[in-house]
C-alpha cells in the first residue's frame, strides 16, 4: 500500500465505482464487444460482396463494385474524431443520446465495419485461385463457394484481420472516451490529463495494452491452429 500511496496516489481512490477503473473497463469491454460483433457482421457481408462483384469475380458486376469500393474508402478516409462529430445528430436520432458507451457504439461500428470489410476482401482475394477454379469445374454455386472454399481456405488470413481490426476498434474507443464515449479513453482524458493524475493515464495505458495483448495472443493461437 506504502508503494501505491507514493507511486499511484489517485488510483485507489478511482478503483471502484461506475466513475472509477472497474466500471472504465466494462465499459470499454461493451464497447469492443458490440462494435466487433456488428461491425464484424456488416464488414464481413460488404466484403464478400467486393470479392464477388470485382473484376473477374464470381458475381463480377463493375457497376455495382465501383460505387461500394468508394462508399468503403469514403468512410475509410475519414478521421474518426471528426466522424464521432459528424454523427452526433444521427446518434442522438438512433440512442436518443450523443454521450455513454451506448452513443459510441454508432459511430465506433460505422467507422470499423468499412476498414473490416477491405480487410476481409485483400483476406479472401489470397485464397489459391486454382481451388476456386476447380470448386466452379465441379459445378459448385456462388454462394456454396463463398462458404465451402473462400471462408474455409480463407479462416486464418481473416482471424489475423479480425485480431487487427479489433485492436484498432480498442483504440477507436479509448478515441470515442476523449468526447464523452466512457470507457479507459474518457478516464484517461477527464480524469488524468485534465486534472493532471499522470498515474491515471499510465494505469489506463496498461489495462488497454494488456486488452491488446489478450487479443493478439488468442488470434495468434486460433491462425495457428487453422493454418494449413
Known sequence: MSFFDKFLPNVIPLWSGDDGFTGAINQTLYMTFWTTLVAGLIGLFVGILLLLTDEHGLLENRPFYSILDKLVNIFRSIPFIILLAALNDFTRFIVGTGIGSRAALVPLIIGAAPFYARQVQNALLTVDPGVIEAAQAM????????????????????????????????GLTAMAGAIGGGGLGNLAINTGYLRYQNDVIWVCLIFILILVFIVQFIGDFLARKTHH
Open 139 to 170: 459445378g459448385v454455386s456462388p454462394m456454396g463457394i463463398v462458404f465451402r472454399v473462400y471462408l474455409r481456405e480463407g479462416l486464418s488470413e481473416l482471424i489475423r484481420v479480425s485480431v487487427l481490426t479489433i485492436i484498432s476498434i480498442i
